[in-house]
């Protein structure tokens, strides 16, 4: 009985984009199509189409008394029982998407409102995250939806100019000019956490964009330093446990590009270190880059 009801359903009906003789009906590049069987009844219905992701069609074929009766829906805004709920007015697209991502975003740095004399070198500090998952969730026919993940967060910040970051001895953190007659090679900040997005999602057809906070969890922070005396000698100092906030919040937006590359900004209006020890060197951290 199915596949007498499914070749009288095929008999009906083919694939293209417009109405032509004999009520033969084609559908260029259909976005989904479900086929829904009975004992006495079948169903096909088709979401979106070639430049169309709007349009639906539905067909369904019954079996009385050994004929079959044949009715037709286009874009008719009404009551779609697929998951006994209401879809969005006449499409039921875009499909729903539960969906799991794994990305690279690589970044330019740059410390924001610095309490020092000089400035972090966006040129030469950097910043490399590995989202390991991100999980986008749409309901059905929904452009909005949202998404959460776990991550990994490297960033490195350079100091520009003849001076260096040093901790001193009671842990306090500053900022010290070199010596006459010193070349600094540089001076850096890095900064290592675990990242929880937690995004609003909108998606369009071509281009998707993002919104939401990210929750760093600093695990680990240094500073250090090389540079050259007058006699050329090389020197490095390194500085652990700098008293950076444990927890801070990044603000961040996204696009993205037909799911494939996209750009971010991320600032976060809390700054990094403890006021306590990092009071005279601290900064909003603000960061620009790409996504794969």
């Known amino acids: 009985m199915k596949k007498l009801l499914l070749f009288l359903l095929l008999a009906n009906t083919t694939t293209a984009n417009a109405q032509e003789k004999n009520d033969t009906l084609t559908i260029l590049k259909p976005q989904k199509v479900r086929i829904i069987t009975g004992d006495s009844i079948q169903k096909i219905k088709v979401y979106g189409r070639e430049n169309d992701s709007r349009y639906t069609y539905e067909?369904?074929?019954?079996?009385?008394?050994?004929?079959y009766?044949?009715?037709?829906?286009?874009?008719?805004?009404?009551?779609?029982?697929?998951?006994?709920?209401?879809?969005s007015k006449d499409t039921g697209y875009p499909l729903e998407r539960n969906i799991l991502h794994t990305y690279l975003g690589f970044g330019l740095c740059q410390g924001v409102g610095a309490n020092y004399n000089g400035s972090i070198s966006m040129?030469?500090?950097?910043?490399?995250?590995?989202?390991?998952f991100d999980c986008e969730k749409?309901?059905?026919?929904?452009?909005?939806?949202?998404?959460?993940?776990?991550?990994?967060?490297?960033?490195?910040?350079?100091?520009?100019?003849?001076?260096?970051?040093?901790k001193l001895d009671d842990g306090k953190l500053t900022q010290q000019n070199l010596p006459e007659g010193y070349e600094n090679d540089f001076s850096?900040?890095?900064?290592?956490?675990?990242?929880?997005?937690?995004?609003?999602?909108?998606?369009?057809?071509?281009?998707?964009?993002?919104?939401?906070?990210?929750?760093?969890?600093?695990?680990?922070?240094?500073?250090?330093?090389?540079?050259?005396?007058?006699?050329?000698?090389k020197h490095k100092e390194l500085y652990?446990?700098?008293h950076q906030r444990p927890v801070t919040v990044d603000i961040m937006a996204s696009v993205k590009f037909i799911n494939w590359v996209g750009i971010y900004v991320k600032y976060s209006p809390m700054t990094l270190f403890s006021s306590t020890y990092g009071d005279d060197i601290n900064f909003h951290p603000l960061s620009i880059g790409i996504i794969l």
């Open 69 to 87: 009766v044949s009715s037709v829906d286009i874009n008719k805004d009404k009551w779609n029982f697929d998951f006994m709920r209401k879809h």
């Open 240 to 242: 652990k446990h700098i």
């Open 138 to 166: 749409f309901g059905y026919g929904k452009r909005s939806g949202y998404s959460y993940g776990f991550g990994l967060n490297w960033r490195n910040y350079r100091i520009d100019n003849r001076s260096r970051f040093v």
């Open 188 to 233: 850096r900040i890095k900064v290592f956490s675990l990242n929880i997005p937690v995004m609003y999602r909108y998606r369009g057809d071509k281009v998707s964009f993002g919104l939401g906070p990210v929750f760093n969890f600093n695990t680990y922070a240094s500073i250090k330093n090389r540079y050259r005396d007058a006699d050329g000698k």
């Open 123 to 132: 040129g030469s500090s950097w910043e490399i995250s590995w989202t390991i």
């Open 59 to 67: 067909n369904t074929i019954q079996l009385v008394d050994s004929n």
